[in-house]
């Protein structure tokens, strides 16, 4: 399976990141990335990774500008894309097929060709333009998954509450790293079974 994973300029540059570390050890699983200036820079800015490692993560690396790059037609076959974090403006970018640059085109392609485009906003609050560009992505068929808390795993670490939310976007091209704390229903803390 190949899976491509675009990194923007939001905050958030931690999901992109543990999306491929965890790939990684996925066998059959050959990632392509891209990142955009501002990702490098929040790399710096919010982790202690720098580019050169987060690159050697991935099995495949493309320069933004590459508008030429395999991943940039939909001849090359992939399971799809996500685009974690999806800045606002690489948002507008995909919602209007603004396709300027290699992340925003890849992701123009899962479209057109139908596959799985995965969002992972990380912006708040949202305002109505937000929403509308949102909505307009939805529209078009891709999925919109912002990194909201999942209360119920009841962690106080950062770390868990973000590999939660890398195996709940996994699971949407059915990869199963383990990641998910499963919902068993109300009744499951007190079954002894």
Not at 14 to 19: A, D, N, Q, T
Not at 87 to 111: F, G, Q, T
Not at 171 to 182: E, M, N, Q, T, W
């Amino acid at each position: 399976m190949q899976l491509i994973i675009g990194m923007s300029g939001a905050s958030g540059v931690v999901y992109g990141i543990r999306l491929l570390e965890v790939l990684r050890s996925q066998p059959g699983i050959e990632t392509h990335l891209i990142m955009s200036e501002s990702a490098k820079m929040n790399i710096g800015l919010e982790t202690d990774w720098n580019v050169g490692d987060v690159k050697a993560l991935a099995s495949h690396v493309h320069s933004n500008k590459d508008i030429a790059a395999t991943i940039a037609s939909g001849s090359f076959r992939t399971a799809g894309m996500v685009v974690a974090p999806c800045s606002i403006k690489s948002l507008s970018a995909i919602a209007n097929s603004y396709s300027d640059s290699l992340l925003v085109r890849a992701a123009d392609v899962a479209l057109k060709e139908r596959r799985r485009l995965v969002l992972v906003p990380r912006e708040t609050p949202l305002h109505t333009g937000h929403c509308e560009l949102l909505m307009k992505a939805s529209q078009l068929g891709a999925i919109i998954a912002p990194p909201m808390l999942a209360h119920y795993i009841k962690t106080n670490s950062i770390d868990e509450l973000v590999d939660h939310h890398v195996g709940r976007v996994l699971d949407l091209f059915d990869i199963d790293a383990g990641l998910v704390k499963r919902w068993r229903g109300s009744r499951a803390e007190n079954d002894p079974s």
